[in-house]
């Protein structure tokens, strides 16, 4: 079942364009275009995540977490704003939100931050089984096999699996595989994508038809043939 977000924004255009993006990255996206209309559909749609514009004229977007919070909501929030001063930033996380993405931002930044704040709340999506030709990922079993024999993964090589899976087809640069299996503020050397996908290769395409290629210069993929 597809996690689903409120986006809270009262321009409608950038509204629409963020919901058709994130929607597309698998999310089930309601929007709003104030924040009595964010209050109202948080308590009746029950979000996953809310994406709240901070700046809106009737409430802006720390009244609107400062009102959840109160009302013992928990859903996890992450602030949009044009506004990059630190004190804006500490009044946000410490009013309850969750993270903070100052505009302009990139669509693919906006979903590492989405994945990864729900990975930390622990509302990361479960009971998928993802397919690949005879590549199949439980994630109730946090189980990986092919043609019906058992693979071992890290914890780590399983993450980086399960997002080629589910962007089968996709060409990922090392960027998008660094902001969601090691988090968007990964402060490593990027060069640890490249050993973790010859891990995987060892493991998954060891004897096989390849799954897992690269394209040069652009990242890697996951698709048959």
Not at 23 to 44: C, D, F, K, P, Q
Request: charged content about 30%.
């Amino acid at each position: 079942m597809s996690q689903r977000l409120l986006l809270v924004d009262d321009e409608e255009h950038l509204r629409t364009m963020l919901a058709a993006a994130l929607a597309h990255s698998g999310y089930e996206v309601e929007t709003a275009g104030n924040g009595r209309e964010a209050l109202e559909l948080t308590r009746t749609v029950l979000p996953d995540l809310i994406l709240l514009d901070v700046m809106m004229p009737d409430l802006d977007g720390f009244e609107v977490c400062r009102r959840l919070r109160s009302e013992q909501c928990k859903t996890p929030i992450i602030f949009l704003t044009a506004r990059d001063e630190t004190g804006d930033k500490v009044r946000g996380l410490t009013l309850g939100g969750d993270d903070y993405l100052v505009k302009p931002f990139s669509l693919d930044e906006l979903v590492a931050r989405v994945d990864a704040v729900l990975r930390r709340s622990g509302m990361a999506t479960a009971g998928v089984v993802l397919r690949c030709e005879d590549l199949e990922l439980d994630d109730d079993a946090h189980r990986v096999t092919r043609g019906g024999s058992d693979i071992s993964l890290s914890p780590t090589e399983y993450n980086l699996l399960r997002f080629l899976l589910a962007n089968q087809g996709r060409v990922l640069s090392r960027a998008q595989i660094l902001d969601h299996v090691w988090d968007y503020d990964f402060g490593g050397d990027g060069r640890i994508v490249e050993t973790y996908i010859a891990y995987l290769r060892k493991k998954v395409d060891a004897d096989r038809d390849r799954l897992i290629h690269t394209v040069r210069g652009v990242g890697y993929t996951l698709r048959v043939g």
